[in-house]
């Protein structure tokens, strides 16, 4: 099921990010006192009420050189494009202001559900100044102080009342999911044509989904893919569609829909820190991976490129030992009838199941060969294994003291899965739980 998007617009210094982190539940954005800070994370995962939704700070957006203005307009845009909730900030103790005006306007004009909160009344006295906010248009302010934590869950309770109320339409499970990420350039909309070449394409407009992402359906071989927000890797006009942390956001609602994340580098240009950046997301996002290198055509090679290249990706995405790479040249085609198949395993490795007593026998086989580590005269004691999900396989080993699970003797352990049952393209997990 698609996850609802709730976007928070507001002018500069409203406690757009001190919200956002409030809701997120941990602080990962820095807050500083300086309008217009730029910001790592600006999309996360939050849940209220068992109900989980994602969450946007189109704070942390920066549009770059233009007006204040232009950029609060941009910001609010992107909540319209990208959010099924909107969360319009204001601040309490400055009263309504030209840019709220401003905000309310570009709101007006679209038709999603927009949920007006005034920040900072961080005590009782100042309820009153919530009033002048009726004259915004959007029904009753919500006051809340982010400071405080005060009011976020009156405010939640607002924003899930909103949810679309049917579930939005996904695919079916049989049905591989993947997207194709990566810095402009390095061939994305290319690799899609070419492996679409001359397939019958199905457009699907998924209901209930952001307007413009645009998915495409297509059978090959008796097994569905669809690649997710196909639309996304075109550039559409709009001056935020350029920026960074806009291209980031889209990616990141791509691989959050998906089943396996092709990251795609550029072989003429090699890997560079951002290849990395865009790497990390889909691991952290639990996805499967396939490292694509295109226009292998175009570069100067012979027998050793191929393995030399693929050193050099080892060494930069350690995190990402378990994805397979595919050389690959959308111009030319070559090899480009390996990628699906590869899909198609990683896929499968993403979703499989292993039973409870083949994988005890797995987990004693290599406590034997390897005893379990000590820490202050403790040592660690295993007890039995299991795995509780799928994409990705996560699995619980219940244990005397997870303090005493070490990180490298978790490493050895997933590498003992890794080598028994495959799971090759697919990050595992592994928890530690005390037994009771
Ligand atoms: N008194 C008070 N101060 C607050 C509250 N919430 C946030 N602030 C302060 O307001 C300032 C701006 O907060 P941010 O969360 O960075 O605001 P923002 O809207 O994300 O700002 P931009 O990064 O400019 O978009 C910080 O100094 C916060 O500490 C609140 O509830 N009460
Ligand atoms: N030689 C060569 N050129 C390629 C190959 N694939 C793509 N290109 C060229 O690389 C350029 C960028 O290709 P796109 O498919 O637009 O790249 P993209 O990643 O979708 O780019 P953005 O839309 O900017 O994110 C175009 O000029 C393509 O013709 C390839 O396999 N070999």
Same mark, same amino acid.
């Given at each position: 099921?698609?996850?609802?998007?709730?976007?928070?617009?507001?002018?500069?210094?409203?406690?757009?990010?001190?919200?956002?982190?409030?809701?997120?539940?941990?602080?990962?954005?820095?807050?500083?006192?300086?309008?217009?800070?730029?910001?790592? =994370?600006?999309?996360?995962?939050?849940?209220?009420?068992?109900?989980?939704?994602?969450?946007?700070?189109?704070?942390?957006?920066?549009?770059?050189?233009?007006?204040?203005?232009?950029?609060?307009?941009?910001?609010?845009?992107?909540?319209?494009?990208?959010?099924?909730?909107?969360?319009?900030?204001?601040?309490?103790?400055?009263?309504?202001?030209?840019?709220?005006?401003?905000?309310?306007?570009?709101?007006?004009?679209?038709?999603?559900?927009?949920?007006?909160?005034?920040?900072?009344?961080?005590?009782?006295?100042?309820?009153?100044?919530?009033?002048?906010?009726?004259?915004?248009?959007?029904?009753?302010?919500?006051?809340?102080?982010?400071?405080?934590?005060?009011?976020?869950?009156?405010?939640?309770?607002?924003?899930?009342?909103?949810?679309?109320?049917?579930?939005?339409?996904?695919?079916?499970?049989?049905?591989?999911?993947?997207?194709?990420?990566?810095?402009?350039?390095?061939?994305?909309?290319?690799?899609?044509?070419?492996?679409?070449?001359?397939?019958?394409?199905?457009?699907?407009?998924?209901?209930?989904?952001?307007?413009?992402?645009?998915?495409?359906?297509?059978?090959?071989?008796?097994?569905?893919?669809?690649?997710?927000?196909? #639309?996304?890797?075109?550039?559409?006009?709009?001056?935020?569609?350029?920026?960074?942390?806009?291209?980031?956001?889209?990616?990141?609602?791509?691989?959050?829909?998906?089943?396996?994340?092709?990251?795609?580098?550029?072989?003429?240009?090699?890997?560079?820190?951002?290849?990395?950046?865009? #790497?990390?997301?889909?691991?952290?996002?639990?996805?499967?991976?396939?490292?694509?290198?295109?226009?292998?055509?175009?570069?100067?090679?012979?027998?050793?490129?191929?393995?030399?290249?693929?050193?050099?990706? =080892?060494?930069?995405?350690?995190?990402?030992?378990?994805?397979?790479?595919?050389?690959?040249?959308?111009?030319?085609?070559?090899?480009?009838?390996?990628?699906?198949?590869?899909?198609?395993?990683?896929?499968?490795?993403?979703?499989?199941?292993?039973?409870?007593?083949?994988?005890?026998?797995?987990?004693?086989? #290599?406590?034997?060969?390897?005893?379990?580590?000590?820490?202050?005269?403790?040592?660690?004691?295993?007890?039995?294994?299991?795995?509780?999900?799928?994409?990705?396989?996560?699995?619980?080993?219940?244990?005397?003291?997870?303090?005493?699970?070490?990180?490298?003797?978790?490493?050895?352990?997933?590498?003992?899965?890794?080598?028994?049952?495959?799971?090759?393209?697919?990050?595992?997990?592994?928890? #530690?739980?005390? =037994?009771?």
């Amino acid at each position: 099921m698609t996850k609802p998007v709730v976007a928070i617009v507001g002018r500069p210094n409203v406690g757009k990010s001190t919200i956002f982190n409030r809701i997120v539940g941990e602080r990962i954005s820095i807050v500083e006192d300086v309008p217009g800070v730029t910001r790592d =994370r600006i999309y996360s995962s939050a849940e209220w009420l068992n109900t989980t939704f994602n969450i946007i700070d189109t704070g942390g957006i920066d549009i770059g050189d233009e007006p204040l203005l232009t950029q609060i307009r941009q910001q609010a845009e992107i909540a319209i494009d990208e959010a099924d909730v909107i969360i319009f900030m204001t601040n309490g103790r400055d009263g309504v202001t030209a840019a709220d005006e401003e905000v309310a306007k570009i709101l007006y004009r679209s038709n999603k559900p927009v949920v007006l909160a005034v920040n900072k009344i961080d005590n009782p006295d100042m309820r009153e100044n919530i009033y002048d906010f009726y004259t915004l248009g959007f029904g009753e302010p919500i006051p809340i102080s982010g400071t405080h934590g005060l009011g976020i869950g009156d405010l939640l309770d607002a924003v899930v009342a909103h949810f679309p109320k049917r579930e939005m339409k996904e695919y079916d499970a049989d049905v591989i999911k993947f997207c194709l990420i990566g810095r402009p350039n390095v061939g994305k909309s290319s690799l899609v044509n070419a492996i679409l070449g001359e397939e019958r394409v199905i457009v699907s407009d998924i209901a209930g989904t952001t307007r413009d992402a645009i998915d495409t359906t297509f059978k090959r071989d008796g097994q569905e893919y669809v690649i997710i927000d196909t #639309a996304g890797m075109r550039k559409r006009g709009k001056v935020y569609e350029s920026t960074e942390k806009y291209s980031v956001l889209r990616a990141l609602k791509a691989i959050e829909r998906s089943d396996v994340v092709l990251v795609v580098i550029n072989a003429e240009e090699g890997i560079i820190e951002q290849d990395k950046k865009i #790497a990390g997301y889909a691991h952290e996002a639990g996805r499967g991976v396939v490292i694509v290198v295109n226009k292998w055509d175009a570069i100067e090679k012979d027998e050793k490129t191929m393995n030399e290249f693929e050193q050099k990706i =080892r060494d930069h995405f350690q995190f990402l030992d378990y994805a397979p790479i595919v050389f690959v040249s959308a111009k030319t085609k070559q090899r480009l009838h390996k990628l699906l198949p590869v899909i198609q395993m990683v896929s499968e490795n993403h979703a499989m199941r292993v039973q409870t007593n083949v994988l005890n026998e797995v987990l004693m086989d #290599a406590v034997a060969m390897n005893p379990t580590p000590t820490h202050n005269g403790q040592r660690l004691k295993i007890y039995y294994m299991t795995q509780v999900a799928v994409k990705p396989p996560t699995f619980v080993v219940f244990v005397n003291d997870p303090e005493l699970m070490h990180f490298s003797y978790e490493r050895f352990l997933e590498n003992r899965i890794r080598d028994t049952f495959g799971f090759e393209g697919t990050p595992i997990k592994i928890i #530690a739980r005390p =037994r009771n």
